[in-house]
């Protein structure tokens, strides 16, 4: 039986020639200009031909996306924490002490303010940790510094409760860190899909890892929830799911390794579908990344601006959904904890679906697939998100049961909604950016971070500016139509840039950059030599 490698071209042929458990490592340049397809008709052969090696029945590709996944909630869901826990900490009678005019005052209830700088320390964190892991991801790959990510992460988390007691400022330097630690997820997720990814499961990989966010929402608000009302209080939240974080970032360290040929649990067969149709400049990497070429790039920057936007819509529903539900729509903190749920729970299932969907829509262009997903996300959800701030509130009905069905089905359905078809951007401009970048996928997205980083500032910041209080309906609703404003311009700027073909840069290796720039200086000296001549 032949091997995979056995099967693959070669870069003249020979250079890629490497064993399935040995990197692929060229022994002369790679033309930047020839794209070495790998052979469809040596893959079949091999998929077709090969027989049960006694691995395990489930591509393994399929077991490290899973892992991945799991590992990216529990970092979403440290940050997440603090949501809900803010509503518990205020009714924390521990945190009472005397003020100086002899008046009461609890160190645990935050005003708007407070609680802005709170969440945008995260941003804060997360913006710088997002060059750093940026780099270390280009250079190390995902292995070591997601996991060393991971257990920044836990400690950070299980410190929350102390440093809460001490001071907000001791609280807004710890949420630094749970940021700095954060921002490693979107540049894991680039790594795992350029590396692990066949690419014609591009957008399932896609929708899978990205939904983490949603799932990490879904659970982390019951979870909080039942801690709050139970003997343990709101500490005993932040100690579990820093626990909880370590276990699984151990679990990622012993089944992820950045490249397939290196896993011995991945088949020949399971190794001719990653790489089908795959370059030669996809297959070889060099943890060079031609940073200038890429944000020069057009539809990156379009991709950019539209993940920043939807981006920051998102976070902003699904972070403070609870705040809105609890001191805008009036609900307790059980009813608060469920529906605050709701949108992130659709949100998950939607977003792992169009990933299919997307891939498997054989009747449509690509680049129709792109448009039609991306208007759903950012389109029809620019509308439902307006039509959040236009749901009944306490400030306007009396409190009866008629008004509490009124929220339950305006606030809450209109809500659920938009956070739910928002999900519908892994089909969008997630994707887009992914096919566009190929090999430096893990570069674009882990720049979508920085745009993530900056919702979490912008977000708190919409709300301070255009809110008063916590439960301010009208303040709200201008929140609201302005991310509906926002959203509609990015889609429209879209349309003409979305493309599912590989970008110029993609083309650039280590390898041509070096040629390039022997070259240029070649013909510096031969301009000069000529000059010396004339002279």
């Not at 999900?423 to 096919?435: S, W």
């Not at 430096?440 to 500032?457: E, G, N, R, S």
Request: charged share 20%.
């Amino acid at each position: 039986m032949p091997s995979a490698a056995g099967k693959r071209p070669s870069t003249s042929v020979n250079d890629l020639e490497a064993s399935t458990v040995s990197p692929i490592k060229p022994k002369k340049s790679i033309d930047s200009s020839e794209k070495l397809m790998v052979d469809e008709e040596s893959k079949t052969d091999v998929i077709d031909d090969e027989e049960d090696d006694g691995r395990c029945c489930i591509p393994f590709r399929f077991i490290v996306i899973f892992v991945g996944l799991l590992c990216l909630v529990a970092l979403q869901a440290n940050i997440t924490v603090i949501n809900l826990a803010f509503v518990c900490m205020s009714e924390d009678d521990s945190g009472l002490y005397m003020g100086n005019n002899g008046t009461l005052i609890n160190r645990f209830v935050y005003t708007p303010k407070q609680k802005g700088y709170i969440i945008s320390a995260v941003a804060v964190g997360t913006f710088i940790g997002a060059i750093v892991f940026n780099w270390l991801h280009a250079k190390f790959g995902a292995r070591w510094p997601f996991f060393i990510a991971g257990l920044i992460s836990a400690v950070s988390t299980v410190a929350i409760p102390v440093m809460a007691e001490q001071s907000i400022t001791m609280l807004v330097a710890v949420r630094f860190v749970q940021g700095f630690a954060f921002a490693a997820d979107f540049a894991a997720v680039g790594v795992i899909c350029v590396r692990w990814a066949p690419l014609k499961e591009t957008a399932t990989f896609i929708g899978i890892l990205m939904s983490f966010g949603a799932i990490a929402f879904t659970l982390t608000n019951p979870i909080v929830g039942a801690f709050c009302t139970s003997q343990w209080g709101w500490r005993a939240a932040f100690y579990a799911f820093g626990a909880v974080t370590t276990l699984l970032f151990l679990l990622f360290l012993v089944v992820y390794k950045d490249d397939p040929h290196k896993h011995k649990a991945v088949s020949p067969r399971e190794l001719a579908v990653i790489e089908k149709d795959k370059t030669a400049e996809h297959l070889y990497r060099d943890g060079f990344v031609p940073y200038k070429e890429i944000c020069m790039d057009r539809t990156v920057l379009v991709v950019w601006l539209n993940s920043m936007i939807e981006i920051n819509t998102a976070v902003l529903l699904l972070t403070y959904a609870p705040i809105y539900f609890s001191k805008v729509l009036g609900f307790t903190i059980t009813e608060t904890s469920y529906y605050a749920s709701l949108g992130a729970i659709f949100h998950a299932a939607i977003k792992m679906s169009v990933g299919y969907l997307s891939d498997s829509m054989g009747c449509f262009s690509e680049r129709a697939k792109l448009i039609f997903f991306n208007t759903i996300a950012a389109g029809v959800a620019a509308f439902t998100c307006a039509g959040i701030g236009f749901a009944p509130s306490r400030e306007i009905q009396p409190k009866s049961e008629a008004y509490a069905m009124k929220c339950l089905q305006a606030g809450v359905f209109m809500l659920t909604l938009t956070a739910s078809i928002m999900a519908a951007n892994a089909g969008g401009f997630f994707k887009c950016g992914a096919l566009v970048s190929r090999q430096y996928a893990h570069f674009v997205l882990a720049t979508m971070q920085m745009m993530k980083c900056a919702a979490h500032i912008i977000g708190p910041t919409m709300v301070t500016l255009l809110t008063d209080y916590d439960g301010d309906a009208k303040g709200w609703r201008n929140v609201f139509i302005l991310n509906c404003v926002l959203m509609l311009c990015a889609n429209f700027l879209f349309y003409p840039f979305a493309t599912d073909k590989p970008a110029e840069f993609t083309k650039i290796t280590k390898e041509s950059r070096r040629l390039e720039i022997d070259e240029r200086r070649r013909e510096k000296e031969e301009r000069k030599a000529e000059k010396v001549e004339m002279a």
